[in-house]
T-cell receptor, first 110, second 114 residues
């Protein structure tokens, strides 16, 4: 079983839709969770970083962690064409070690 | 502006050739990392360095080498022993190795075989 699983997509939505992106993980000891956005031919850009269970909001983005289900989500409200990118979840699994999901490609059409 | 600069953006390697990818940061970060990104596989850790003159192997270090002679710089050499080098290479840094702060990335180098 992979440490982190993420649906590769692509996920296609119309502009203005609410987007839900998800990852599952295998080890309940994992504590630090991140979401990165990656545009084509660019490096990943940090969007959200959270430690505890529950929700963390930043503008149109909400990160949600459910440690009991080992499930993390990123919600994007009022999605825009500029949100079209690949979204990577990342989890700190130990000292110096991040494990990344494979990324979900999101397409927001005008 | 502070950031991580990777160069070149595109690099081509001939058979039997070693090539070096540059990574420079002006964030005053202690720890630096190299990842490889392949389609459908996410990012995989090649090497990391917590301090100058020290570095550790990651999950896929075979065929790669690094050095850390200066805090700002962490070059990666892809040697001829790496038989499948075509990938997108990403450098990252963090303010202090082992801290729970997230990593920040450069814009990558795409390496291809001629």
């Amino acid at each position: 079983q992979k440490e982190v699983e993420q649906d590769p997509g692509p996920l296609s939505v119309p502009e203005g839709a609410i987007v839900s992106l998800n990852c599952t993980y295998s080890n309940s000891a994992f504590q630090y969770f991140m979401w990165y956005r990656q545009y084509s031919r660019k490096g990943p850009e940090l969007l959200m970083y959270t430690y505890s269970s529950g929700n963390k909001e930043d503008g149109r983005f909400t990160a949600q962690v459910d440690k009991s289900s080992k499930y993390i989500s990123l919600f994007i409200r009022d999605s825009q064409p500029s949100d079209s990118a690949t979204y990577l979840c990342a989890i700190r699994t130990g000292f110096q070690k991040l494990v990344f999901g494979t990324g979900t490609r999101l397409l927001v059409s005008p | 502006d502070g950031g991580i600069t990777q160069s070149p953006k595109y690099l081509f390697r001939k058979e039997g050739q070693n090539v070096t990818l540059s990574c420079e940061q002006n964030l005053n970060h202690d720890a630096m990392y190299w990842y490889r990104q392949d389609p459908g596989q996410g990012l995989r850790l090649i090497y990391y360095s917590q301090i100058v003159n020290d570095f550790q192997k990651g999950d896929i270090a075979e065929g790669y080498s690094v050095s850390r002679e200066k805090k700002e710089s962490f070059p990666l050499t892809v040697t001829s022993a790496q038989k499948n080098p075509t990938a997108f290479y990403l450098c990252a840094s963090i303010v202090q190795g082992g801290s729970n702060q997230p990593q920040h990335f450069g814009d990558g180098t795409r390496l291809s075989i001629l």
